[in-house]
């Protein structure tokens, strides 16, 4: 991936403030247990993988709105769906469409980086399809260094596509080596440090980081190429649980 200076690249396959773009898989992880993250959504359109999601109620799935967006307009309905009880993101589970997509009315490029959909068809939970509780507004973030669960379909260290969602544990980055990553770091984004060629990358996106049992954050960005010397970037949700609890009433 070609860089001039510091490049930041957005977690989807599409592109975005002349960010570089691909689709894939979770870097250094490892092939999550079936029932490990029943939260777990492929994002889809046109039935290809583009996202992760994650399920907050039976009819409600958030992830970040990049990933409803195609050049600069947001994506119809009817081209999205999502796949869920899967480990594969080919086969298995279910497809339901998307009935609607609300998107945080401050949304802008990586800023406010919210959107939740809404099912044509509710969920029916199994131990492999349940919903996961968000952080609550204004809750701190966990301890620097503290692990924090994130998995997703993006790709991995050789670039290839993987059909099974991988699950990593990436740690708590500081505030400053955040901001050496991010200048528009603030208290809605938050930063996750991983080993070189490791991390989130491309279709990565709108998957969850999960700390305990509880969704703090969702992919945001990486800074550099993926797997860089530079922590990832994650949406704060306590910053939105409010906006997303109104979503999800």
Not at 14 to 38: F, K, S
Request: hydrophobic content about 40%; some cysteine.
């Amino acid at each position: 991936m070609m860089q001039s200076s510091v490049v930041i690249v957005g977690l989807i396959g599409l592109m975005l403030v002349g960010m570089c773009h691909a689709q894939g898989r979770i870097m250094g992880g490892e092939d999550a247990d079936p029932t490990a993250t029943p939260y777990a959504a492929s994002l889809r359109v046109d039935n290809v993988h583009a996202c992760g999601g994650c399920i907050l109620a039976q009819t409600k799935i958030l992830t970040t709105a990049h990933c409803v967006y195609r050049d600069g307009k947001l994506i119809d309905a009817s081209r999205l769906s999502v796949r869920v009880g899967s480990t594969n993101q080919y086969a298995g589970g279910k497809i339901l469409f998307v009935a609607s997509v609300a998107v945080h009315p401050d949304y802008y490029y990586l800023d406010n980086n919210l959107a939740v959909i809404t099912l044509s068809t509710a969920l029916t939970y199994t131990e492999r399809i349940s919903a996961i509780s968000v952080v609550a507004s204004g809750e701190a973030l966990p301890a620097v260094g503290s692990a924090v669960s994130v998995a997703g379909w993006g790709h991995t260290s050789d670039g290839a596509t993987s059909y099974k969602i991988l699950e990593t544990k990436l740690t708590v980055a500081t505030e400053a080596s955040c901001l050496d990553a991010y200048s528009g770091h603030g208290e809605q984004s938050f930063c996750l440090a991983h080993e070189l060629k490791e991390g989130t990358c491309h279709g990565d996106g709108g998957s969850g980081a999960v700390y305990g049992d509880t969704l703090i954050g969702l992919t945001n960005f990486v800074v550099g190429a993926c797997g860089s010397r530079y922590p990832d970037v994650f949406v704060r949700l306590s910053s939105y649980a409010d906006w997303i609890q109104e979503q999800i009433a």
